[in-house]
């Protein structure tokens, strides 16, 4: 079992930038790939970025790619998202969502077994 708490979001300005935190609890933290998906008015869940429990593998929407960055820091159980350049199209819910299977990253919501309560993220312009 993984509990995920999502902090960071706010209120910013196109170009601006923002850290998103999501601490889990659990010891297995760092056997989970962790990944963050967002979530519009109206619109589906997408993906965003995901970093793999092992080698420090990354990827990215292409909407996101030069923009953000995954990371993760497993003595203090916790995932990151630096967003930097934002724009009013990033404006969402952001989940943190934690993948207990031993594979290459996943891009499907449906592969994600825990997630976390989500932090509004709106981009001004």
């Known amino acids: 079992q993984l509990q995920l708490v999502e902090s960071g979001g706010g209120l910013v300005q196109a170009g601006g930038s923002l850290r998103l935190s999501c601490a889990a609890s659990?010891?297995?933290?760092?056997?989970?790939?962790m990944g963050w998906f967002r979530q519009a008015p109206g619109k589906e869940r997408e993906f965003v970025a995901a970093?793999?429990?092992?080698?420090?593998?990354?990827d990215y929407a292409e909407s996101v790619k030069g923009r953000f960055t995954i990371s993760r820091d497993n003595a203090k159980n916790t995932v990151y998202l630096q967003m930097n350049s934002l724009k009013p199209e990033d404006t969402a819910v952001y989940y943190c969502?934690?993948?207990?299977?031993?594979?290459?990253?996943?891009?499907?919501?449906?592969?994600?077994?825990?997630w976390g309560q989500g932090t509004q993220v709106t981009v001004a312009s």
């Open positions: 969502a934690a993948d207990p299977q031993k594979r290459m990253i996943a891009y499907s919501a449906v592969e994600y077994d825990y």
């Open positions: 970093i793999r429990w092992i080698g420090g593998i990354t």
């Open positions: 659990g010891r297995t933290f760092s056997m989970y790939n």
